[in-house]
């Protein structure tokens, strides 16, 4: 069993009863090929909940600083996490998310780049809509509907994929296809937030 299989199941049994976790819409993570999940992001625990919520073991960008450490470096790229550099374009972290999808992995972003802790569903940074153009990955928009707090119930919404068909056609800029992503992440925290 490898470290990320040990991880997944450990927090499983931590997080699960913790929160109360009610996933819905599992069935849209297609079970083959390159997909990216994109997640609104309130909390440090939104990288474990969507990993262990999701039907596919799944490959996370994640700020550089959290590598500095050599310790949780370590154990993050082995539970399938690589770095990227906050606020610049970072050519070696859009080739290796590149390269996840080319090899039929699950790719797994949070388009805000930083913690919204209010709650609220901030602007997308762009790099969501640069790996949906620049691959042929199927895109499912993802809403954690929190606030995370012991024994109340946290939920994981996954949605119906994103057709982005049209987008590539027209070569949509990135920014307009995270908008789009973003888009689709309020209407499903909105409509299950009732």
């Not at 390159?34 to 609104?40: A, D, M, Q, T």
Request: glycine share 8%; with cysteine; charged share 25%.
């Amino acid at each position: 069993m490898s470290l990320y299989q040990v991880g997944k199941w450990l927090c499983s049994i931590l997080l699960y009863p913790l929160f109360r976790i009610h996933v819905v819409g599992k069935k849209n993570i297609p079970k083959d090929g390159p997909v990216i999940i994109c997640s609104n992001h309130i909390s440090n625990l939104d990288p474990p909940v969507v990993g262990i919520t999701s039907s596919r073991n799944i490959y996370f960008l994640a700020k550089e600083e959290l590598f500095e450490n050599k310790f949780l470096g370590g154990i993050l790229k082995r539970v399938h996490a690589f770095p990227i550099k906050r606020g610049m374009r970072d050519r070696n972290a859009l080739r290796k998310g590149l390269d996840v999808l080319k090899n039929n992995h699950a790719l797994g972003l949070f388009p805000e780049g930083s913690r919204q802790k209010n709650g609220e569903i901030g602007q997308g940074l762009s790099g969501a809509g640069f790996f949906a153009l620049r691959s042929e990955a199927t895109i499912v928009p993802c809403a954690i509907i929190g606030p995370y707090q012991k024994f109340k119930q946290l939920k994981v919404v996954y949605g119906e994929p994103i057709d982005m068909t049209k987008y590539r056609q027209e070569k949509a800029s990135a920014k307009i296809v995270t908008d789009r992503i973003m888009e689709e992440i309020r209407q499903l925290h909105k409509f299950h937030s009732r």
